[in-house]
């Protein structure tokens, strides 16, 4: 029986979980102050052992309801948590309002054809290249990375870049940083199509050429994949796609001299924070 009890509680979200363990420890404090102090309800004129046993769990469910409000605001809008000594924030927000090195989703031949067709005008991808950068420069970031791996162009006399491939480019007329990612491949009709799988190994490499490019400077990140990607073998949700980020950091090996900034764009509403917390303490203890 208390071994089903105590699987039923570990199933329980985590704020419930804290909620229920300060409340215990809270009322269990209490409890002795008033045994120390001599005091009990019965000076209330209450003798009736269940009336008596009534009002402190009342109190306790009470101060458990409480306690969950208060961390549901605390963590509503951001979350701080360290991933082997990197410090990561989870928050929402524009990823294009950051001050730090933005790392933006594109397709694998970073494609400058923003015209609804190709690329999306209201993507990352394609706000970078018509609103926040400058295309020649763009192309010129593109051309240079592509020697360094040693590139052709293929048919449609484009690159295509590994995935997971990211190309700094810095644009200089606004001081702006940018980490420009190969997140998915467009298929013939051009819809960017990926699995679980590839996303997870397109997401460790894109922590390890972070590493590469970064220069210790702080790093903004989108919750990747919740834009028009189209995945053959889950229901995309935005928290497994956090999920991935962060397990997929936690599993790169990589150690960045930076803070990283996971930014969720949308209501607040979306994603309980407070989840995630202790999300690798949480594992390692199971």
């Not at 593109?142 to 791996?149: D, H, N, P, Q, Y």
């Not at 048919?155 to 001081?175: A, M, W």
Request: glycine residues 6%; proline residues 1%; positive net charge.
């Amino acid at each position: 029986m208390f071994c089903k009890v105590c699987k039923l509680f570990f199933l329980m979200p985590k704020r419930i979980q804290d909620s229920m363990i300060f409340s215990a420890a809270l009322c269990g404090i209490l409890s002795s102050i008033c045994t120390i102090c001599d005091f009990s309800l019965r000076e209330f004129g209450i003798e009736n052992v269940l009336s008596r046993m009534g009002i402190f769990f009342a109190v306790y469910v009470s101060v458990c309801v409480v306690t969950y409000l208060i961390l549901g605001a605390l963590y509503k809008k951001s979350i701080n948590l360290q991933i082997r000594g990197m410090k990561v924030s989870i928050c929402y927000g524009d990823i294009f309002s950051c001050k730090e090195l933005k790392v933006i989703g594109c397709d694998t031949h970073f494609d400058s054809r923003i015209d609804d067709v190709v690329i999306a005008k209201k993507s990352l991808h394609g706000q970078l290249f018509l609103q926040h950068g400058v295309v020649k420069d763009i192309k010129k970031a593109i051309r240079k990375e592509a020697e360094r791996l040693n590139l052709a162009k293929d048919d449609s006399d484009l690159y295509d870049f590994p995935l997971g491939t990211i190309i700094r480019y810095d644009n200089n007329s606004d001081n702006n940083g940018y980490l420009m990612l190969a997140l998915t491949k467009l298929n013939k009709d051009f819809k960017a199509c990926s699995d679980i799988v590839t996303f997870e190994s397109t997401l460790m490499k894109m922590w390890h050429e972070i590493d590469r490019v970064y220069a210790s400077t702080d790093v903004a990140i989108p919750l990747l994949g919740t834009g028009i990607t189209r995945f053959s073998d889950i229901q995309k949700d935005r928290e497994t796609l956090l999920r991935c980020m962060l397990c997929t950091l936690n599993n790169s090996g990589i150690t960045l001299n930076a803070n990283i900034k996971i930014l969720i764009y949308g209501t607040s509403k979306d994603i309980a924070l407070y989840e995630y917390k202790n999300i690798f303490a949480t594992v390692k203890g199971k």
